[in-house]
C-alpha cells in the first residue's frame, strides 16, 4: 500500500467532507490542519491499525527537502509533531493543530505525513499543501 494524503477543508465534519488541494490561511492564524489518509493504488480511504501514529512535518523556510525522501527527517523541519484523529467513528481522518506562533512567518508549502504501524513508517508529501494568504496572489 502506498500512502497519499488529501487535505481537508476547515468546515468538514465527519458527515461531509470537502476536500481541498490546499489549506489556506493568514500569518499569524491558528487552525487544526485536517487531512484524510487514502491508499494511493485503489484511492480509497485508508485506515490504519490501531496504535498507529501520525506525524506532520513542515520544512523551515527556504530549506530544499527532498519530496521523494524516504527517510525519517527532522533535522528540516520547523514543526514535526503528531496528529489524531479529527472524528470518532472515522480513524482515517486526521488533524494537528498549528497555533499563531507556528504559523506567523510560514510560507506557502509543502508536508510530509509519516504513518508508522508497527515498525513499518510510510511517508507522503503533499506539494503546497499549506496557502498562506498574502502569497496566493
Known amino acids: 500500500m502506498r500512502l497519499a494524503i488529501k487535505m481537508l477543508t476547515r468546515n468538514s465534519s465527519i458527515n461531509s467532507m470537502s476536500y481541498t488541494p490546499n489549506v489556506q490561511f493568514e ?3 491558528s487552525l487544526d490542519l485536517m487531512f484524510q489518509s487514502v ?3 485503489s484511492g480509497q480511504r485508508y485506515i490504519p491499525a ?3 501514529t501520525v506525524q506532520v512535518q513542515i520544512p523551515r523556510n527556504n530549506t530544499l527537502v527532498p519530496t521523494a525522501s ?3 527527517d527532522t533535522v528540516n523541519y520547523s514543526i514535526n509533531q503528531s496528529a489524531v484523529m479529527a ?3 472515522d480513524n482515517s481522518v486526521w488533524k494537528t493543530p498549528l497555533v499563531a506562533t507556528q504559523t506567523k512567518n510560514m510560507t ?5 505525513i509519516l504513518l508508522t504501524e508497527g515498525t513499518e513508517t510510510k511517508i507522503a508529501v503533499v506539494k503546497y499543501a499549506i496557502t498562506v494568504g498574502s502569497e496566493r496572489e
Open 27 to 29: 500569518r499569524g492564524e
Open 39 to 41: 491508499d494511493a493504488d
Open 50 to 52: 490501531s496504535g498507529a
Open 70 to 72: 524516504t527517510e525519517v
Open 87 to 89: 472524528f470518532t467513528g
Open 108 to 112: 506557502s508549502q509543502n508536508i510530509r
